[in-house]
Structures are given as C-alpha cells and as structure tokens.
C-alpha cells in the first residue's frame, strides 16, 4: 500500500479459522522489515486462511443537510413534525417527466430503474433537470449531510422519462408513461407537465391508473396570465390539480385557476436537485410533488385506504387559504401533510374513513341540444350543446369548443363558458363536412354535434372520409 495515509507501521489483518468459524484479527508492525516477516508467520500458519492489508470502516456522513435552510415549504408544511411521526418506506412514486439524475448524490439509493419513451434507456438521466428537481422535491436524503430533504423519506423514485431535452413531448409518450408506471408498481403518480389541449390517449391511461389504485397527481398550471386555459391532464377526473402558493399562502399570480384546481402547495423559490447540482424554481411543477410527497406519506401510514380514500383525505385535511370554503384559485386549500398523516394513522389504528369524495365536479351529460342535419354551402350553421353535473345545469363551464371541416386535415379549438343554463353555442360557415364537439374536464370527446357530419345542400361535393389528425405537445410546468 503506497498511499500517503499508511506509513511503514502499517496495519495488517489474519483470517484464521478457530472451532470452524472465522475468526480476524489485527496486527501492527514498527517498519517493512518486521511486516514482512510477520507475514511470512502468518503465511505458514496452518489456521490462517487469509492475510490482509487491515481497511477502515466507518459511518455513513450523516448530519444536518446544509440547504435545509432554504427549504422553506418544507417548514411551511411541518416537515420535521411530520418526519417525527411517519416516512414514506415502501411507497414507490412514479416521476413521469424529464427523467432523473439517479446519479445524483442527493438520489442515492433513491431512484429505481425506470424507462425512457424518447429515446429508449432506463429513465436514470435527466438532460433537462426538470424531473430531477421534481424528484428531489419528493425523496432527496434526509440526513446525510447533503444538499436537502425531500418531505418523503424513504419512498423510491420510479422515473419515466416524456420530455426531451427542451421540457417538450407528445400526448401519446405521457399516456404510455403513466401505463408504464402503474404496470411497475407506482402507487402515487407524479404529472408536473401540461398541456391546454384535451387528449383522449390521456384520458384512457388516467382512467387506467386510477382503476389500478394509484394516486395521480398533476400541476395546474402556471397559465392564469395567459388566458388561463383549462389544463390537462390536471382537469381529468380523479387527477388531484395543484395550485401554487407563494409565502402568504395565497396563490400566485401565475398559477392557473378553474373548477379542476382540487389542493394547492407552495411553489415559489423551491429549492431542490437539479443537474448535480441545487436549483430554486418556482411553479405548479414544484407544487404537485410536495402533494405527491404527501400522498406517500399517507399511503405509508395506512396501506389499506384505496386512492379514492387518500384523495379523500388530502382535500378533507386541506387549510382553507382563499374564500372561504372550495374555490377555484386553490381548490380546497393548502396541502396539510402533518394532519393528513395524523389522520391516516388514526384509520390505520381502526378510525373511521372519511367518506369518498370527487376531487373535482364532473359533468354527467354534454348534449346537443340543437345543430341543423342539412345546410346550404355558405351557409352559418350553429350549434347549442348543454353541459349539466348530477342533472343540473353547470353554469359558468370552462369548455373548449372543437370543430373538424373537410378537406382541412386539422381540427381547431376555442374556449367558451356555459351560461347560466349551461348552455354554449357555436356557429360555423359551412364550406364542407362539419364535426362540432364540446370537450370538459376530461370527459369523453362529443362528437360530432350531428348523426352524420353536415353535408352543403348544393354546389360541391366533398370527399365523406376525410379525416383529421391531433397532433399534440405537453410541456414541463416550471417557471424561471
């Protein structure tokens, strides 16, 4: 051994066998020449099975992480409290993003192999840095003198890699993710992307996880400036939406509202992995993992509440941080982990259940309820479509209002809202075969308004089996 910290009285160690069981020992010698010699002894020791150069063992580095500091969410949150009481062992997370650095030395040990839909790999890189933010915000190590805390400790990183390197992916990469994950075990799903376009390829791998018993969890948006579109796949049914909330505890101003908002965390100056290295972002993709976090936490402490139950009981746990009551810019308020996780040990003690609730109103029935069969080339045909949840109107509807004319290969949205009868209409000049649909919250696309698309009355012929295609993005939720 020539390295600098050993010096001629080295340390060396014997293996002997005694009584059948191995027994070492340690042995010093004053120089090279009586080493030698000793190992020489130990070599025709008939006992000896082995002679070593002896190595140090010692702890893992454990302390305070020196980052914890700025982890002001987690303080927000009641972390420590939390941690006090219950981690998240057991609990596997999927991370369906930008993938994740499992190299990183604050993911050690943390994330589980995965895959990768762009470009074909295990899901363990992150060229972006965006999942592995994500992921840190859920798992990082606690404790281990490093960096930060995740509010999670213990539970894996399952990461599923949509988004390129540019933050962007396609609608059918984030459907296939989410089967992915669920069909490897992920109980709590973690969506810290969007998108302004309804997809039915999400829908249907949404509906899947849920029926699978994970807990699926999506950022809202970071939209409100600019326009505020209804966002997916936050707004599907059974999809917990978060908000973001800045250290007042009211929403920021970036963070984008709608009846799909179900809970909301904080999400500004979120301080996490990123790249190797620490990053402080701000967005609904920092929010929806404290919410993931919490979810974990949660199923953890009580393994035998289904996803329904766990939803139940992060809205029902929730401080009340706007209006009073639910309300569109934080849904029913800021996430509460340390009551949610007291309340979950509580049921797993023998408690009652709170009762099943949807996170968010969905509406029984979109219907046409008027659209003309026939109409002259030229013409405006209008259609009227009525939205209603448990039978009654849904006033006040955020919808986008979808329409497909042959021979355009594309079909082109706008938003609209339900009026007080929760009626919306849309008129059309009509220059070929028209489908009309009105898409809400995740429901199943309606369409077309007509039995048959609308045919001109005179004049041209159109070819009846044109089609049209999606084609659609997602994109990461964070903002500088």
Same mark, same amino acid.
């Given at each position: ?332 308020? @800021?996430?509460?982990?340390? =009551?949610?996780?007291? #309340? *979950?040990? /509580?049921? !797993?003690?023998? %408690?009652?259940?709170?009762? +099943? &609730? ?35 109107? @849904?006033?006040?509807?955020? =919808?986008?209002?979808? #329409? *497909?004319? /042959?021979? !355009?290969?594309? %079909?082109?949205?706008?938003? +609209? &809202? ?47 089996? /044109? ?14």
């Amino acid at each position: 051994d020539r390295s600098p910290s050993r010096g001629l009285g080295d340390v060396y160690k014997r293996q002997r066998e005694q009584n059948g069981r191995p027994v070492a020992t340690d042995s010093t010698a004053p120089n090279r020449a009586q080493a030698t010699a000793a190992v020489a002894r130990a070599l025709s020791d008939p006992t000896v099975l082995a002679i070593s150069l002896a190595e140090e063992v010692h702890a893992e580095a454990t302390g305070p992480d020196p980052l914890r500091g700025q982890q002001w969410a987690l303080d927000r949150l009641q972390a420590d409290q939390v941690w006090a009481l219950q981690n998240a062992t057991g609990v596997t997370v999927a991370v369906v993003d930008s993938g994740v650095d499992a190299g990183h030395p604050d993911l050690a040990g943390v994330v589980l192999p995965g895959t990768d839909l762009v470009t074909a790999g295990n899901g363990q890189s992150d060229p972006y840095g965006h999942g592995t933010h994500v992921a840190g915000v859920i798992a990082a190590v606690r404790g281990n003198a490093l960096g930060i805390a995740g509010l999670a400790p213990g539970a894996r990183i399952l990461p599923v890699r949509v988004l390129d390197a540019a933050g962007n992916g396609s609608d059918a990469d984030l459907a296939n993710g989410i089967v992915w994950a669920v069909d490897h075990g992920a109980r709590v799903i973690n969506l810290s992307v969007g998108s302004p376009d309804y997809s039915p390829a999400e829908a249907a791998a949404v509906a899947y996880a849920v029926q699978k018993g994970a807990v699926v969890i999506a950022s809202a948006g970071n939209e409100r400036a600019k326009g505020n579109p209804v966002m997916y796949p936050a707004a599907f049914p059974s999809v917990i939406g978060v908000a973001a909330t800045g250290t007042d505890n009211r929403t920021l101003s970036f963070s984008s509202s709608g009846s799909y908002v179900d809970l909301a965390a904080p999400g500004t100056g979120i301080v996490s992995t990123y790249r190797r290295g620490y990053s402080a972002l701000a967005g609904t993709s920092a929010s929806a993992p404290l919410v993931s976090a919490t979810a974990a936490l949660v199923r953890a402490a009580a393994p035998g509440l289904n996803n329904t139950q766990v939803a139940s009981l992060l809205t029902s746990t929730a401080q009340d941080v706007e209006t009073t009551g639910r309300d569109n810019l934080s849904g029913s308020g @800021l996430v509460r982990p340390l =009551v949610a996780v007291t #309340q *979950a040990k /509580a049921i !797993a003690r023998g %408690a009652a259940v709170p009762p +099943a &609730t949807p996170t968010k109103p969905t509406p029984a029935v979109i219907a046409v309820t008027s659209a003309p069969a026939r109409a002259g080339y030229a013409s405006t045909v209008t259609a009227t479509f009525r939205i209603a949840a448990g039978g009654a109107p @849904l006033a006040s509807a955020r =919808v986008s209002i979808c #329409q *497909a004319m /042959a021979p !355009a290969t594309k %079909a082109t949205c706008v938003a +609209a &809202t339900s009026n007080a009868s929760g009626l919306v209409t849309r008129s059309v000049v009509l220059t070929g075969h028209l489908s009309l649909w009105v898409q809400y919250a995740g429901t199943t696309r309606i369409g077309p308004a007509m039995s048959a698309p609308t045919r001109p009355a005179c004049c041209r012929t159109w070819n009846t089996a /044109a089609r049209w295609s999606l084609k659609r993005l997602v994109h990461s939720d964070m903002v500088a």
